[in-house]
């Protein structure tokens, strides 16, 4: 098969996983989740039965497709960053640039049809459950980046613990700004703030835990 044989094989497979994806995003939105059949989504995506399944392995999947390319985005961060500018650097840069973007995967973003998503994956047990498999995926990719002697070879261990506070501090922070802008918070007037927050989960980050260690506070006995 020639190089340009396989590229737009390649094109065609993502504009069928897209369309599949927004068919089923669509008809989850207008029915709810559990009210759809794997055969309407089908339909509705003019695509086989057997088709779809070799495309997406469950309706949850289905959903979360709209994550798949921020799976590795972490990770594409840190190993495309500026030399001479630390990885938590790059993190934090990219994290603020997309609050000012309002990238609706920083949780700052009002709208309709993203806050509409947002409360279909938070308000459905099992796609807020799937989630956790796109977690744990874009940890293994940000370990792997860490890990890289770019500025000092890390430890593996050190490297999967730092991914996993990096992933859960961005979780953290986007569900923070979900959950203002679904009681009533606009993007614009949450901004400030949420750029706030996150300058100060990165140098939590940046320092660790060490206010934690400070017993003056412990409850005692």
């Excluded at 859960?168 to 679904?182: G, T």
């Amino acid at each position: 098969m020639s190089e340009k044989s396989a590229g737009l094989r390649e094109r065609k497979r993502q504009r069928t996983y897209q369309v599949i994806s927004d068919a089923a995003v669509a008809l989850f939105l207008e029915k709810g989740f559990a009210a759809v059949s794997v055969t309407e989504i089908a339909e509705a995506a003019e695509v086989s039965k057997p088709t779809l399944f070799r495309y997406f392995p469950a309706k949850e999947d289905m959903a979360l497709y709209r994550f798949a390319d921020h799976e590795d985005e972490a990770a594409r961060v840190v190993s495309a960053r500026a030399e001479g500018t630390s990885a938590l650097d790059a993190l934090e840069e990219h994290f603020l640039a997309g609050l000012k973007a309002r990238d609706p995967v920083t949780g700052l973003c009002d709208a309709e049809e993203v806050l509409a998503f947002h409360r279909l994956l938070y308000g459905t047990p099992s796609l807020a459950a799937r989630l956790h498999s796109y977690t744990a995926r874009s940890e293994e990719a940000l370990a792997a980046a860490l890990s890289r002697p770019a500025d000092g070879e890390r430890p593996p261990l050190t490297a999967r613990l730092a991914a996993a506070q990096i992933v859960a501090a961005q979780r953290v922070l986007a569900m923070e700004n979900w959950q203002r802008i679904a009681g009533g918070a606009s993007a614009a007037g949450l901004h400030a703030r949420a750029a706030t927050d996150a300058r100060h989960a990165f140098a939590l980050l940046r320092s660790g835990l060490t206010h934690l260690t400070d017993t003056a506070g412990a409850t005692r006995a």
